[in-house]
């Protein structure tokens, strides 16, 4: 059974940092890695998607990687800024279903 | 629309009340699954659909729960005799095949 785990749950950085979120799975056998961001009171917005036979993609400021032999999975976020602030989920996307991470909290400060 | 619309946005229910959710996914995508999540975690998957077959209900908590999706588009998810317990988020999300997933905005239920 897939295991998804985050670290750190919560961060606070000053605006203009650099900053890297981790996601760790348990089975290798990751079907695709999705990074999304949740704001409070609203839906997942997909930010990012990894294939499985894909090492990172970016887009933007955000650039996801992914290592399936040492199970991670890193989201960077370059030049933060307070728009950045949202709660982060790592999901193995299996065939038949997403498994989440429990998330990171994100606060960038001005 | 072009992007996964649920509704309502917010539910009250009476502990003991019947409740629907609907689902209306983007259109054209074959896959579409329901999750639960409670206040501070991250979403629980409840069931999946590929077209009109529920292929994994696994999810489901109890028989209370039950969803469908008759025509392999709009999905309802469906509560019974509520309690305050099923009090979270019920997330919707669609997708073309097995691959990027798209969320609603989410359904609140409160159970009081």
């Known amino acids: 059974k897939q295991e998804v785990t985050q670290i750190p749950a919560a961060l606070s950085v000053p605006e203009g940092e650099n900053l890297v979120l981790n996601c760790s799975f348990t089975?290798?056998?990751?079907?695709?890695l999705q990074w999304f961001r949740q704001d409070p009171g609203k839906g997942l917005t997909s930010l990012l998607l990894?294939?499985?036979?894909?090492r990172e993609q970016t887009s933007g400021r955000l650039n996801a990687s992914l290592d399936k032999s040492s199970g991670r999975s890193t989201l960077y976020i370059a030049a933060s800024q307070p728009g950045d602030s949202a709660t982060y989920l790592c999901?193995?996307?299996?065939?038949?279903?997403?498994?989440f991470g429990t998330g990171t909290r994100l606060l960038v400060s001005p | 629309g072009a992007g996964v619309s649920q509704s309502p946005r917010y539910k009250v229910a009476k502990r003991g009340q019947d409740v629907a959710l609907r689902c209306d996914p983007i259109?054209?995508?074959?896959?579409l699954f329901w999750y639960q999540q409670a206040l501070g975690q991250g979403p629980e998957f409840l069931t999946y659909?590929?077209?009109?077959?529920?292929?994994?209900k696994s999810g489901l908590p109890s028989d209370r729960f039950f969803a469908e999706r008759p025509e392999g588009s709009v999905s309802t998810l469906k509560i019974q005799r509520t309690q305050q317990e099923d009090s979270a988020v019920y997330l919707c999300?669609?997708?073309?095949?097995?691959?990027?997933?798209?969320f609603g905005q989410g359904t609140r239920l409160t159970v009081v």
């Open positions: 999300a669609s997708s073309p095949s097995a691959s990027e997933a798209f």
């Open positions: 089975d290798s056998a990751i079907y695709n």
């Open positions: 990894i294939q499985s036979s894909q």
């Open positions: 999901a193995d996307t299996g065939f038949q279903k997403l498994v």
């Open positions: 259109s054209g995508h074959v896959s």
């Open positions: 659909f590929q077209n009109e077959a529920q292929l994994d």
